[in-house]
């Protein structure tokens, strides 16, 4: 059996359809066996293929022609094409549509089509520059959360926080919202606002606040000198996201302070909401010496372990990390392998929680789908996905903290490095 249009339909769809339609039967198999044969590589796993999508008149695979019947597809193209008011109809938009419906099918937060324009949005904000609002968004008991604010962006600066609940962008309700769809609402040309209707953690009614987006560039690694009440020198360095460089940029970081004298380190990962697993490996790799960094379980599969790629040469060193609601995904990683390894006290707030593998496939239109194929397990096969991660010392960093110029955490770690000398 070819999956290609009916011949005898009521209005029979161009040649361009024909190929639109045998692209994305292409697509749906690709998809289709992703889930068992997809190889396990580095974050986000943010693998960047190069697979053609190509062919015409391909067989469909014995269970696709048991179960579907894909003369309906096209009934309802014609159907859309012949009756749609309002609005201007495009093959291609209907198209990229029609696929990214095929992926939100799979009901998980985490698994999108990308059209071309949101794939290189997305690329950008990897690479650490695009415009928008500076705030990683996420879906959190079907509801549209921040997950994490970036330091020093317009998101940050109107006060948003990790955990809060976005009910309206723009005045278009969010219920029930993709977070791709979310995402094309918030991102647009610097200079412009957009208004969000939100409510935060431990309110009762939402607030208005509009932000003015900006070109956001993302210095993905901060550091200073800091000394504690007894004059002790600590290096404390804060990893915003886990770009392509992360770990080059961290290891120049702790050279410069320590030789400037500093012999302990606070790593602050609060409100980084992740990025590339292989940069995340490369930072633990710096205390976890030749052990497992982090473990990977594909569905009916054993667990593939992560190893260190060392040095190990801050495994000696003593570690206090930061974390909070805000910390997810590579954040989660490093804390996790930290942790379980006794390399570091881990301070603040449980993390966000987000522990599936996605893997990312790029077409030859400049498309590309993010797709969950695994979970993440901590060394000690800890469940990193919706638990989050308990600190070893729980201190909570209130509103009115930030409000204040306050960090009781930060103070903590200090004290603890302190208590250690």
Do not use: C
């Not at 249009?5 to 045998?22: H, I, N």
């Not at 044969?37 to 391909?58: F, R």
């Amino acid at each position: 059996m070819n999956i290609i249009p009916p011949a005898d339909s009521a209005s029979e769809p161009r040649p361009t359809k024909r190929v639109l339609s045998s692209t994305l039967v292409v697509i749906f198999i690709i998809l289709a066996f992703a889930l068992g044969y997809l190889s396990a590589q580095p974050v986000k796993k943010e693998i960047k293929g190069n697979s053609q999508v190509t062919g015409t008149h391909l067989p469909a695979p014995a269970y696709l022609t048991k179960d579907i019947d894909f003369q309906l597809f096209w009934q309802v193209w014609d159907y859309v094409h012949r009756n749609a008011f309002g609005r201007p109809l495009t093959d291609t938009k209907l198209f990229y549509g029609a696929l990214a419906g095929m992926v939100a099918g799979l009901e998980d937060p985490y698994s999108i089509f990308m059209n071309p324009e949101l794939a290189q949005e997305f690329n950008n904000e990897l690479e650490g520059t695009f415009d928008g609002i500076g705030a990683e968004i996420g879906i959190r008991n079907n509801k549209l959360v921040i997950v994490a604010p970036l330091a020093s962006t317009p998101a940050d600066r109107a006060g948003l926080k990790a955990g809060d609940r976005i009910v309206a962008i723009d005045g278009i309700d969010t219920s029930g919202m993709a977070v791709d769809y979310a995402v094309s609402l918030i991102r647009g040309q610097r200079g412009t606002p957009v208004k969000l209707i939100v409510l935060s953690n431990g309110d009762t009614e939402p607030k208005e606040i509009t932000i003015v987006r900006d070109k956001i560039t993302i210095q993905t690694v901060q550091s200073e000198l800091k000394k504690t009440a007894n004059g002790q020198t600590v290096a404390y360095i804060k990893v915003v996201h886990f770009s392509q460089d992360t770990d080059q940029k961290f290891r120049a970081a702790w050279q410069q302070l320590k030789a400037r004298g500093a012999g302990t380190i606070i790593l602050d990962l609060r409100n980084n909401p992740g990025g590339f697993l292989d940069q995340a490996i490369a930072l633990a790799s710096h205390w976890v010496e030749q052990d497992v960094v982090v473990k990977e379980k594909m569905p009916e599969q054993d667990y593939q372990d992560y190893i260190s790629v060392g040095p190990g040469d801050l495994s000696d060193i003593p570690t206090v990390v930061l974390v909070n609601g805000g910390s997810a995904s590579a954040s989660e990683i490093v804390t996790g392998a930290l942790q379980d390894w006794q390399l570091a006290t881990i301070v603040g707030e449980k993390t966000f929680g987000k522990g599936s593998v996605q893997d990312l496939q790029e077409f030859s239109d400049g498309s590309a789908v993010k797709l969950t194929i695994a979970k993440w397990f901590t060394p000690k096969e800890r469940s990193i996905d919706l638990t989050g991660l308990i600190p070893d010392i729980e201190v909570v960093r209130t509103r009115e903290d930030i409000e204040a110029d306050r960090d009781p955490q930060l103070d903590r770690a200090m004290e603890l490095l302190q208590e250690s000398d």
